[in-house]
């Protein structure tokens, strides 16, 4: 299973996005970073068409969406999500424990994975994907 790992562009540190992906990973999940796999960590796209174009490529060739909203996004994240919706690609929301997040999330959620460490995530997936 292709798990489509959402992450915020604007200072995304590569440590972060990889501590997701990792977490996918340990779950027996094949990973993908928009932002590490098509971009390299680098603005790619200078035509905002065709960076969305991309994206909901690379979406359908996923199982599920990951997007950790626990800083509140606002931007692609939110676009990504919804292209997954839109597809019907499931979506699992993950968010830090004890922090508020924006229910528009609910509505199109396979499930919501509260998390104190990213192996809470882990875990979580292996039993929504196992």
Known sequence: MKIYVTSRFKGADKESVEALC???GAAGL???SFIRDIEN???????????????????????AV??????????????????A???GIPVYVAVKKGLAYKEIYDGVS????????LNDITDALKNLTG
């Open 41 to 63: 960590y680098k603005k790619v796209f200078t035509d905002p068409k065709e960076l969305w174009q991309r994206s909901k490529e690379e979406i359908k060739k996923c199982d």
């Open 85 to 87: 919706y839109g597809l």
């Open 110 to 117: 396979k499930a919501v994975i509260e998390y104190e460490e």
């Open 22 to 24: 990792q977490a996918v």
């Open 66 to 83: 990951l997007v950790d909203v626990s800083d509140s996004p606002s931007g692609g994240r939110v676009i990504e999500v919804g292209i």
């Open 30 to 32: 094949e990973d993908f």
